[in-house]
């Protein structure tokens, strides 16, 4: 099982851009679909974005498109998140996740990440 621990989040103002980053360790990255995903207070946690280990595949929820990047460095074993043009609502903590497919991300996560907080203000 691989380790995720993600870095990167705090507090910015609406408009504002964050990177976040979650670093592997333990078994092989290069394999998983890695994905990222949050839970704002009193809410259940939704997917955010995810890629496949060859990074040619990509996919994210609606409400980031266009906002929000993901990529990743497989020599670095790190999966990043390029946050632009943040609004209050994407205030949330933000969790790493690594999953055998791009097709299994929503159902199936092998490993997730500790979190990390990202306050946007207003």
């Known amino acids: 099982q691989v380790q995720l621990v993600e870095s990167g989040g705090g507090l910015v103002q609406a408009g504002g851009s964050l990177r976040l980053s979650c670093a592997a360790s333990?078994?092989?990255?290069?394999?998983?679909?890695m994905g990222w995903f949050r839970q704002a207070p009193g809410k259940e946690r939704e997917f955010v974005a995810a890629?496949?280990?060859?990074?040619?595949?990509?996919y994210s929820t609606d409400s980031v498109k266009g906002r929000f990047t993901i990529s990743r460095d497989n020599i670095k074993n790190t999966v990043y998140l390029q946050m632009n043009s943040l609004k209050p609502e994407d205030t949330a903590i933000y969790y790493c996740?690594?999953?055998?497919?791009?097709?299994?991300?929503?159902?199936?996560?092998?490993?997730w990440g500790q979190g990390t907080q990202v306050t946007v203000s207003s």
């Open positions: 890629m496949d280990w060859s990074g040619r595949s990509t």
């Open positions: 333990g078994r092989t990255f290069s394999p998983y679909t």
């Open positions: 996740a690594a999953s055998p497919s791009i097709a299994q991300i929503k159902t199936l996560v092998q490993s």
